[in-house]
């Protein structure tokens, strides 16, 4: 299975993270998985069509912020201090993910990205750590950038809400790129940050869960998946933004054993859909280490990359 990486995912001036674990997560890779192959997003989608359309989508103010740093105060929304790499950092993580797409529309079957979704950025600025919203320009890249256009379900298990995100798909009409639902967004979130009220058919569980909640948290995730299978049409394509910061926001049990349950579960769901990944929120909280969230976000990509869940 292909797995985008390239340096500049971890470019970012800024230490966090979100800006340097890939690179972790890419070498843990090569050593252990066998059925990864990491593959350059720039050998099979160019990078004038991911900055087109990061363009279309966004406020241009923004755009030339994080180019040339010039409005300082905007182009550090995101919360990452600005530096000459943070245009190519910001372009690289939606790169990765419009890579995969164009894969899994062309072979059929799964891939990934070892970038981040960003799913708090939103069209007109940063937000939480996050500069450009690779899901939302994925999802436009799918719904305009394809042979033959697909609609595509955002399936977002970060800790914290996709606010940003949704407030993409909601301008996606008003820019040419489908219509209302083209896009469809089931968001479970176990934190507040970024909170928005969805529309239909975009869903959105914001579940509070103390310790000791690993089956309550897995009940949620089977009813977020049912939500997902009643807003499924063939020939969509699913974009799985994998957060594994549920462990640093709710005190299970067994961390990596509901992570791991989880990941069945999202497997069950996807089966042989067309269907991409890329990396979401784990940090170094509480306890845990960098090892220990490589660790996390292999639980997903082992599944993904292996013949056992290949439908």
Same mark, same amino acid.
């Given at each position: 299975?292909?797995?985008?990486?390239?340096?500049?995912?971890?470019?970012?001036?800024?230490?966090?993270?979100?800006?340097?674990?890939?690179?972790?997560?890419?070498?843990?890779?090569?050593?252990?998985?066998?059925?990864?192959?990491?593959?350059?997003?720039?050998?099979?989608?160019?990078?004038?069509?991911?900055?087109?359309?990061?363009?279309?989508?966004?406020?241009?103010?923004?755009?030339?912020?994080?180019?040339?740093?010039?409005?300082?105060?905007?182009?550090?929304?995101?919360?990452?201090?600005?530096?000459?790499?943070?245009?190519?950092?910001?372009?690289?993580?939606?790169?990765?993910?419009?890579?995969?797409?164009?894969?899994?529309?062309?072979?059929?079957?799964?891939?990934?990205?070892?970038?981040?979704?960003?799913?708090?950025?939103?069209?007109?600025?940063?937000?939480?750590?996050?500069?450009?919203?690779?899901?939302?320009?994925? #999802?436009?890249?799918? %719904?305009? @950038?394809?042979? =033959?256009?697909?609609?595509?379900?955002?399936? &977002?298990?970060? !800790?914290?809400?996709?606010?940003?995100?949704?407030?993409?798909?909601?301008?996606?009409?008003?820019?040419?790129?489908?219509?209302?639902?083209?896009?469809?967004?089931?968001?479970?979130?176990?934190?507040?940050?970024?909170?928005?009220?969805?529309?239909?058919?975009?869903?959105?569980?914001?579940?509070?869960?103390?310790?000791?909640?690993?089956?309550?948290?897995?009940?949620?995730?089977?009813?977020?998946?049912?939500?997902?299978?009643?807003?499924?049409?063939?020939?969509?394509?699913?974009?799985?933004?994998?957060?594994?910061?549920?462990?640093?926001?709710?005190?299970?049990?067994?961390?990596?054993?509901?992570?791991?349950?989880?990941?069945?579960?999202?497997?069950?769901?996807?089966?042989?859909?067309? #269907?991409?990944?890329? %990396?979401? @929120?784990?940090? =170094?909280?509480?306890?845990?280490?960098?090892? &220990?969230?490589? !660790?996390?976000?292999?639980?997903?990509?082992?599944?993904?990359?292996?013949?056992?869940?290949?439908?």
């Amino acid at each position: 299975m292909p797995v985008y990486f390239d340096e500049r995912y971890v470019s970012s001036p800024h230490r966090f993270e979100t800006t340097r674990k890939s690179q972790h997560l890419a070498d843990h890779l090569v050593r252990v998985d066998a059925n990864v192959e990491i593959v350059d997003p720039r050998g099979a989608v160019p990078v004038e069509l991911v900055e087109a359309l990061i363009g279309r989508l966004h406020d241009p103010a923004y755009v030339q912020a994080l180019q040339d740093g010039d409005d300082i105060e905007l182009a550090e929304t995101s919360g990452f201090t600005w530096g000459p790499t943070t245009w190519s950092f910001a372009t690289a993580h939606s790169h990765g993910i419009v890579a995969a797409i164009q894969y899994v529309a062309a072979h059929g079957g799964r891939a990934g990205s070892l970038s981040s979704g960003l799913h708090h950025a939103s069209p007109d600025g940063g937000s939480n750590f996050c500069t450009i919203n690779g899901l939302a320009v994925g #999802a436009a890249h799918a %719904l305009t @950038g394809l042979e =033959t256009p697909r609609r595509v379900m955002i399936l &977002d298990f970060d !800790a914290h809400c996709g606010g940003g995100t949704h407030a993409h798909l909601l301008q996606f009409p008003e820019l040419g790129i489908g219509v209302h639902g083209d896009a469809v967004q089931i968001d479970l979130s176990v934190s507040g940050v970024d909170s928005y009220r969805p529309h239909e058919p975009h869903h959105l569980r914001l579940r509070s869960l103390g310790s000791g909640s690993d089956e309550e948290y897995l009940a949620e995730v089977r009813s977020a998946l049912r939500k997902g299978t009643e807003a499924w049409e063939p020939g969509m394509i699913v974009i799985y933004n994998a957060g594994v910061d549920p462990v640093n926001v709710v005190s299970f049990d067994d961390p990596m054993e509901t992570i791991a349950s989880r990941e069945d579960l999202v497997m069950e769901f996807v089966q042989d859909k067309p #269907a991409v990944f890329t %990396l979401a @929120g784990g940090y =170094t909280w509480d306890g845990f280490t960098e090892d &220990d969230i490589t !660790a996390l976000h292999h639980e997903m990509i082992w599944r993904w990359a292996s013949p056992v869940w290949m439908g």
